[in-house]
């Protein structure tokens, strides 16, 4: 079964700078992987995807991810980080004709001014 | 596309209370899944439906979990004897997938509290 680390719980970064939080998977074929982001009291709302293709895939609200199978990570970034982007940020994976998304625990941005 | 709506948006319940929660998934969508959150957690699959055939529950949806989906429209999740470990949130999200994989889009879910 397919499985997700978020290796860092809480990140804290200054608005304006760059932002990059990883997500390692385990799967033994080509993963569907994905970001989604939520805001408190709020459902998950996708950031992006990467299904095949390209390994730099560009999401919404400036947000880009890079698919590097020999490192099996699926790291989100962005350039520049505006205080709305403060929220909790989950990895998840899917597997071929599996229907089930296996999600990481999430990462924690708080943005300071 | 009005997205995927959950009602409540929030539940109080005792102990041992019954509580039945609603789904309305986009429309066109044929698969509609439940997810559930504990805090400090990612979402953990429960139980999924494509139209109205439930394909799968997972081990964490004991007996006292029940999941519809009739006509394959809404959903509705339902806790009997509810216990203090229920205490969660329960999202719900749908998709249109007709082969392989796609997007889940979720609802905003119904946070769940049992007294």
């Known amino acids: 079964a397919q499985s997700v680390t978020q290796p860092d719980i809480h990140i804290t970064v200054s608005e304006g700078a760059s932002l990059e939080l990883r997500c390692n998977y385990s799967?033994?074929?080509?993963?569907?992987l994905f970001w989604y982001v939520q805001s408190p009291g709020q459902g998950l709302q996708l950031l992006l995807k990467?299904?095949?293709?390209?390994?730099l895939v560009q999401g919404i609200k400036g947000f880009e991810a890079e698919f590097k199978r020999s490192q099996s990570s699926f790291n989100l970034r962005k350039p520049s980080v505006h205080w709305s982007d403060a929220a909790e940020y989950f990895c998840?994976?899917?597997?071929?004709?599996?229907?089930?998304?296996?999600f990481g625990a999430g990462t924690t941005v708080t943005v300071r001014a | 596309d009005t997205g995927v709506s959950q009602d409540p948006r929030h539940k109080i319940t005792k102990r041992g209370q019954n509580v039945t929660f609603r789904c309305d998934p986009i429309?066109?969508?044929?698969?509609l899944y439940w997810y559930r959150q504990t805090l400090g957690q990612g979402p953990e699959f429960l139980t999924y439906?494509?139209?109205?055939?439930?394909?799968?529950k997972s081990r964490l949806l004991s007996d006292r979990f029940s999941a519809e989906r009739p006509k394959g429209s809404f959903s509705t999740l339902e806790i009997q004897r509810t216990e203090q470990g229920d205490s969660a949130m329960y999202l719900c999200?749908?998709?249109?997938?007709?082969?392989?994989?796609?997007?889940?889009?979720f609802g905003n879910g119904t946070r769940l509290t049992v007294t």
């Open positions: 999200a749908s998709s249109l997938t007709i082969q392989g994989q796609s997007p889940l889009h």
């Open positions: 799967y033994g074929a080509t993963p569907y």
């Open positions: 990467y299904f095949s293709g390209d390994t």
């Open positions: 998840a994976v899917g597997a071929g004709n599996d229907y089930k998304l296996s």
């Open positions: 429309s066109e969508h044929n698969r």
């Open positions: 439906f494509q139209n109205e055939a439930q394909l799968e």
